[in-house]
């Protein structure tokens, strides 16, 4: 392990590094973090402060990013989106690497019939297209933020499923499992002791680009009418409400609309990277 | 071959079954009653009409016997009639809307695929150039800007700002008179935003997936040698290391097609055009079950299709898999 | 052009023409060229018709299409006063009792054959019938017996008076000749109607247009527009790019659209926009069963601390007013004298502190008997004018200590899962508010049954007694006694706070003439509407 672990912060730091792309995704995600976490000071207004005498006036030095339909100040609404939208990847995004993680292992360390019935189960999710599923489940139940999350996740592990489960065939036969399995390790052991830890990038690179993926869902899904409720500020239900004020009040759906797509680029160039640099086969 | 085929086509038969119970158990499983929704709240209807109608769809029997009534007649590709209020066939409704959404998706696909590859074979060749680096930002621009909002912007800019393209919708008004020539163009100039619209939106995936293959082959031995053997760089990349880098590519054919149908809601929506994502989106807010679990079936159904067809074009190219694991 | 005098739950924002009005605040512009024959108009729909049988359907696009190929017995014409339509004159009994129609002759329907009496028995009977899905059976089971003793003639007969029977015949009449002794649930009517009114039914595609054109032979002579045609556009964004870039001629308009995005000389060039109040109104209503909303006080409280005028402001952006109770202002049932207590967040205070909401916990929220007052408001999504509302209430409500959480729902389950298991605390919805004041439904006690209308549980002895009098009598003077006085008990209850009546913002493309709205909104006459030779497109 301890060869692993020098190998990882050695050769993986220094293939990361070069990648500047990679560094650019990785510095605006941390920004990210900072900016949901240091929202209230940030800004002076509050997300939910509306002034109904005031509705989408232009940027302004009051209003930076002017306000919104119901006069609330949008760059507010937009840092405090940063929230929601971080924490709908997240949740989400775990759920799928849970539900992925576990499915995978149990298919892979376990085989046979277990592994059959999992895997033909994977191949049926797989033909599904992913967002009828998560439109009909949300439009049956109601628009709530658990509810999409645990969907977007419900519906997303598959990949992980086939990432973890390969893995885990390769390692299975490998010298130190067969060696910690001589020594009388449980199975529960060696899953947690020598199978997961070596299963984790590829499920890591996975989950970056899930976020992504999943922050964008939830911006169709607010498109639709049935993402993220009000007064609760996502990107995508303001970048929604711009909508109809395109050419009018721009200012609306042009800054939720720049920060999905800064941050959704910035998790694929990120995850890319890592991949990169995980990746044994690209060896400079 | 034909043995491979026959195997692939009897593997499907399980897939099927758990695609169509899964759903079955989905949409069953929802709250509220599509009885409910059609009656809604207008009228004073009386709690015996809405037994009446309950009877009159057969939601008054319990749940396996639904599904097991269903399943015969999802067999034969009878998914019931529609709850709404036209009562029509599902199948007739998925039939008239199904042309627009996969004529669509293949033009996409064709165009997805004639763009990402060669984009990643240059990404690959250029690996870590100035090139590389804005390819991947373009390519990965197009996966993360939300779809209907480029979709917006584009109708706007080039529909109001500039009137070079209509907006919405698949067929000019008054162009059933126009000549054959002219009407196949005034489709495809309606065409030209929503294709763009979901090509751009697909090209990450497949170009990132080309350009990591790509330069997977390129390290392998046989590259090696063709290079050592002094062949020109161009032939090396192009005669040996583009073959071989193709093949996996193909797989993914079957792998694209639910992403760019459940995609096709949004743009479907957006841009007026009455194809199954349209259709299935109005079926989830009506709760027309019938509706939904068919669209649902077929969509997944396709996909099945699609992945046979992959697989055994894959077949076709790879004689390995056909006699070996087959 | 709404024939109907049922209440209907509205749940869609904008309707081009199912609304009508009075004093239209945009007049017509530009007298131009002769009447000419010709051109077609674009209509933009957010929704598509789910059948054109308009018995069977309870959605707006369905009878907005339906309404023109269709007839009914009678309508309301542009003073919103019923006139004949296919009933050339009608009698009514000294009792009220008994109504004969006599019916025009020469009415054809779009396939040549005669419009008969038997074509209205035939509706009746089916529309009657359990077995026919529809959501319209209530006025015609007042009916005691109907007949058609001749080919030009027909009969009711009602047990009881029922004021709003003439109006019920407004019911768009079927052929008998294509649908008796079908089943009319399977006929194929529904995608390609046949009626005897102005406009005949040419293609559905699916999904993406509706066209109808002009009936030569109709009896009202031939309409000038040679097509109607309704597109369907899922996206009110690309509803309004397209309306901007001519491919569509008309459509309803949001206030910020009307009053923010449309003020420009070019826009003005091109488009004619209208405006006058809707036949609806929104409401926040309260569950009377629930024990927070018991309190009479409590309710007047609530409403002395919302700011109608903050919401019409901020939500209507003006375009609209303030609604006082169940009718619409200036309409003859309508009752001036009748305001409530305005906004009073003072008097709000006072009033909570009266029915014992007194504690304040660390949050500021008021308490009684350790309960907080928070409560959850309902609505339904795919209308953006009752979210914003719903959040100006909140943020309202928060500055008296009344905390409340919103909750957007699809419109299906919230109808079945919510209303009808009376599982709500508070909704916002909004009434249609139909010609005839007649609102028995809405807030007889006897109503609060399942499934029935009167799904806050309102009860009142006097108000029931004033509804069953007005119902019950033709008297106009009399009825109008009723309702007025119905309107100071709600008014005084405050079962709900009535929010707003919104104005209907249509814009048509300005090669249009002959538009003249009166109250009964601009679409009333549409067949008189016209393109000049020189302007047509199509």
């Known amino acids: 392990m301890a060869l692993r672990e020098s190998w990882f912060y050695t050769v993986f730091w220094r293939r990361f590094r070069h990648n500047r792309l990679a560094i650019a995704g990785g510095i605006v995600v941390l920004l990210l973090f900072l900016l949901s976490f240091l929202a209230p000071y940030i800004t002076t207004w509050e997300p939910g402060a509306i002034d109904a005498y005031h509705v989408l006036l232009s940027p302004s030095p009051d209003h930076w990013f002017g306000t919104d339909e119901l006069g609330r100040d949008v760059f507010t609404r937009v840092v405090y989106g940063a929230r929601i939208s971080l924490k709908v990847g997240f949740v989400s995004v775990g759920i799928a690497v849970a539900i992925g993680t576990v499915l995978g292992l149990v298919s892979g360390f376990y085989g046979g019939v277990v592994d059959t019935v999992i895997m033909r189960f994977v191949d049926i999710m797989l033909c599904f297209p992913t967002f009828f599923l998560i439109l009909a489940v949300i439009a049956f139940l109601e628009p709530d933020i658990w509810y999409i999350m645990a969907i977007i996740g419900l519906t997303g592990w598959m990949g992980v499923a086939r990432l973890v489960r390969a893995e885990v065939l390769s390692l299975r036969e490998r010298d130190f499992v067969l060696a910690a399995r001589a020594l009388g390790a449980s199975d529960l052991r060696i899953i947690f002791r020598h199978i997961l830890p070596n299963a984790a990038s590829p499920v890591l690179v996975s989950a970056t680009l899930g976020v992504a993926g999943a922050i964008l869902t939830e911006s169709a899904l607010s498109f639709l009418g049935i993402g993220v409720q009000p007064p609760t500020p996502s990107w995508g239900n303001i970048l929604t409400a711009g909508k109809d004020y395109v050419e009018f009040a721009w200012w609306l759906s042009l800054f939720p609309g720049l920060a999905i797509l800064v941050t959704v680029l910035a998790y694929n160039l990120l995850g890319e990277g890592i991949r990169d640099a995980l990746d044994p086969r690209l060896n400079r | 071959m034909l043995n491979y085929l026959a195997k692939r086509i009897l593997a499907m038969i399980p897939l099927m079954l758990g695609i169509t119970l899964i759903t079955f158990v989905v949409i069953r499983l929802a709250p509220g009653e599509p009885v409910e929704a059609m009656t809604a709240l207008s009228p004073k209807i009386t709690a015996e009409t809405r037994q009446r109608l309950r009877e009159f769809y057969g939601l008054d029997k319990p749940l396996h016997v639904q599904y097991v009534t269903w399943l015969k007649k999802v067999a034969t590709f009878d998914f019931g009639r529609s709850f709404a209020p036209d009562h029509r066939p599902v199948t007739d409704k998925i039939r008239e809307r199904i042309p627009v959404t996969l004529s669509l998706n293949i033009i996409a696909l064709i165009l997805e695929f004639g763009l990402a590859i060669p984009i990643g074979v240059f990404a690959a060749t250029h690996r870590d150039t100035l090139y590389d680096k804005g390819i991947t930002v373009f390519v990965f621009l197009g996966f993360a800007v939300p779809t209907f909002w480029l979709a917006l912007l584009l109708m706007y800019f080039f529909g109001v700002k500039l009137g070079w393209l209509p907006i919405s919708g698949l067929h000019s008004l008054g162009s059933e008179g126009y000549s054959r020539l002219s009407w196949f163009g005034d489709l495809l100039k309606h065409l030209i935003l929503p294709v763009s619209v979901a090509t751009f939106g697909s090209l990450a995936g497949l170009s990132r997936y080309m350009r990591s293959t790509m330069l997977e082959v390129i390290r392998q031995d046989y590259i090696t040698t063709a290079r050592a053997k002094g062949l020109a760089e161009r032939t090396v990349i192009y005669r040996h290391a583009l073959r071989n880098a193709l093949l996996p590519v193909i797989t993914l054919l079957g792998f694209s097609l639910p992403g760019l149908i459940g995609g096709s809601v949004i743009f479907e929506t957006i841009f007026a055009i009455p194809g199954m994502g349209q259709l299935f989106y109005q079926g989830v807010m009506a709760r027309d079950y019938p509706l939904v679990m068919g669209i649902l079936v077929i969509g997944a159904f396709l996909t099945l299709v699609g992945n046979l067809l992959a697989d055994v074009c894959y077949a076709v190219a790879d004689p390995r898999i056909r006699q070996g694991r087959g | ?538």
């Not at chain 3, 009994?93 to 040549?112: A, E, Q």
């Not at chain 3, 903050?310 to 939500?315: F, R, S």
């Not at chain 3, 508070?426 to 010609?435: F, M, R």
């Open chain 3, 1 to 538: 052009m709404s024939w109907r005098r049922f209440f209907c739950l509205v749940s869609l924002t904008f309707l081009v023409s199912c609304s009508s009005g009075s004093a239209p605040s945009v007049p017509p512009r530009r007298a131009a060229g002769p009447p000419a024959y010709g051109d077609a108009l674009v209509v933009g729909s957010i929704g598509e018709p789910s059948t054109l049988i308009p018995v069977l359907a309870s959605d707006s696009p369905s009878h907005e299409v339906a309404g023109w190929v269709y007839n009914g017995l009678v309508k309301y014409d542009k003073d919103l006063k019923l006139v004949g339509d296919l009933a050339r004159s009608w009698d009514v009994s000294p009792d009220g009792l008994t109504i004969t129609f006599h019916l025009r002759k020469g009415v054809k329907w779009h396939d040549g054959a005669d419009f008969t009496s038997r074509d209205v028995l035939y509706t009746y009977r089916v529309t009657i019938d359990p077995r026919t899905p529809t959501a319209y059976a209530e006025d015609f089971k007042q009916v005691k017996k109907a007949e058609a003793p001749d080919p030009y003639t027909f009969r009711v007969f009602y047990d009881k008076p029922f004021a709003p029977a003439l109006a019920s015949w407004g019911m768009n009449i079927l052929p008998a000749h294509l649908l008796e002794g079908k089943d009319i649930t399977r006929s194929e009517l529904a995608r390609s109607p046949v009626g005897t009114g102005p406009y005949r039914f040419k293609e559905w595609v699916a999904g993406q247009k509706i066209v109808l054109e002009s009936f030569h032979d109709y009896f009202e002579g031939r309409p000038y527009i040679d097509r109607y045609i309704y597109r369907i556009i899922p996206d009110s964004a690309t509803m309004y790019l397209e309306l901007k870039a001519g491919g569509i001629d008309m459509m309803g308009l949001s206030p910020v659209q009307f009053a923010r995005q449309t003020d420009t000389p070019e826009f003005r060039a091109r488009f004619a926009k209208y405006r006058y109040p809707s036949f609806t109104y929104t409401y926040l209503g309260y569950n009377l069963k629930n024990p927070l909303f018991a309190d009479r006080r409590v309710r007047q409280a609530i409403t002395s601390a919302i700011s109608k005028d903050e919401i019409v402001h901020g939500v209507l952006l003006g375009l609209g007013q303030a609604a006082h109770g169940p009718y619409k202002p200036g309409t003859w049932a309508y009752n001036p004298n009748v305001k409530d207590f305005g906004y009073d967040p003072a008097r709000a205070r006072t009033l909570l502190a009266e029915a014992g909401w007194r504690g304040t916990g660390p949050d500021g929220i008021l308490e009684k008997d350790g309960r907080r007052f928070s409560f959850t408001i309902l609505t339904n999504q795919g209308n953006d004018q009752r979210i914003k509302t719903a959040q100006i209430i909140q943020r309202r409500l928060r500055t008296v200590g009344i905390e409340v959480k919103i909750r957007v729902l699809e419109w299906a389950s919230f109808l079945t899962n919510f209303i009808d298991k009376r599982n709500f605390e508070a909704v916002i919805l909004a009434w249609t508010i139909p010609q005839d004041p007649d609102i028995f439904d809405i807030w007889d006690s006897s109503k609060t049954g399942p499934k029935e209308l009167n799904f806050i549980s309102y009860s009142n002895p006097e108000v029931d007694r004033l509804l069953e009098e007005g119902r019950r009598t033709f008297d106009q003077e009399k009825r109008r006694r009723c309702y007025w006085r119905i309107q100071e008990i709600l008014a005084w209850d405050q079962p709900y706070t009535f929010l707003y009546v919104p104005d209907a913002l249509p814009a048509v493309s300005s090669r249009f003439r002959g538009i003249e709205p009166a109250p009964a909104g601009i679409m009333y006459d549409f067949i008189h509407w016209y393109v000049p030779k020189e302007e047509q497109l199509h």
